[in-house]
């Protein structure tokens, strides 16, 4: 596999994707994106209401992330994404783009051709426990506390022949970070 231009941080809600992504982008001086922040705000209040996210609300945002990802690449960017990308068929779609959802987005010409982009996908992984107290101490996030146990109920964690690594919330976000750059190491 070719050396990634984009590292995924993913995970539930609540396990670190945006405070370890933004640490990340900052010791390699890549760019930084939070997922969150390109939710539509029908998304927004949906979760804020207490309603999780269907794939008819995720694979729009998905593939305007893919998008993102693909255009930064293409101008020879390196990418740090904080973003949920909760099941295979999301990460998927962060990679390939419209033609890897489900539910299409748009749809490619006959001309046009799959854009890939390389990722390494950093699995923020924690037990529902330890998750759960972080997040009833955050304040001001759109997404309650009370949509994680929905989230642990979709996640599919990432597995062969994903190129990932699985990271324990337990560590803090300095071993996190290191570990990271380790394994970019030897990409």
């Keep these: 596999m070719a050396e990634p231009r984009v590292l995924l941080v993913m995970g539930v809600s609540g396990s670190g994707k945006?405070?370890?992504g933004t640490l990340l982008a900052s010791e390699l001086g890549w760019k930084f994106y939070d997922a969150d922040d390109y939710h539509p705000e029908e998304n927004r209040v949906k979760m804020g209401n207490g309603t999780p996210l269907n794939d008819q609300d995720r694979i729009p945002w998905l593939c305007k992330l893919h998008d993102i990802l693909l255009r930064d690449v293409a101008l020879g960017q390196h990418v740090v994404l904080a973003c949920?990308?909760?099941?295979?068929?999301?990460r998927d779609i962060l990679t390939r783009g419209k033609e890897s959802a489900p539910l299409k987005c748009g749809g490619l010409s006959k001309e046009e051709k799959p854009?890939?982009?390389?990722?390494?996908?950093?699995h923020?992984?924690?037990?529902f426990e330890v998750i759960s107290n972080r997040l009833l101490r955050r304040k001001g996030h759109f997404m309650p506390p009370e949509l994680l146990q929905s989230q642990f109920?979709?996640?599919?964690p990432p597995s062969a022949p994903e190129n990932f690594i699985q990271i324990s919330?337990?560590?803090?976000?300095?071993?996190i970070i290191a570990t990271v750059i380790e394994t970019l190491?030897?990409?």
């Design 115 to 122: 854009t890939e982009v390389q990722l390494l996908v950093v």
């Design 124 to 127: 923020l992984s924690g037990s």
């Design 18 to 20: 945006s405070t370890v």
């Design 185 to 187: 190491k030897m990409k």
């Design 84 to 90: 949920s990308a909760l099941k295979r068929t999301y």
């Design 153 to 156: 109920d979709t996640l599919e």
């Design 169 to 175: 919330v337990d560590k803090n976000p300095s071993e």
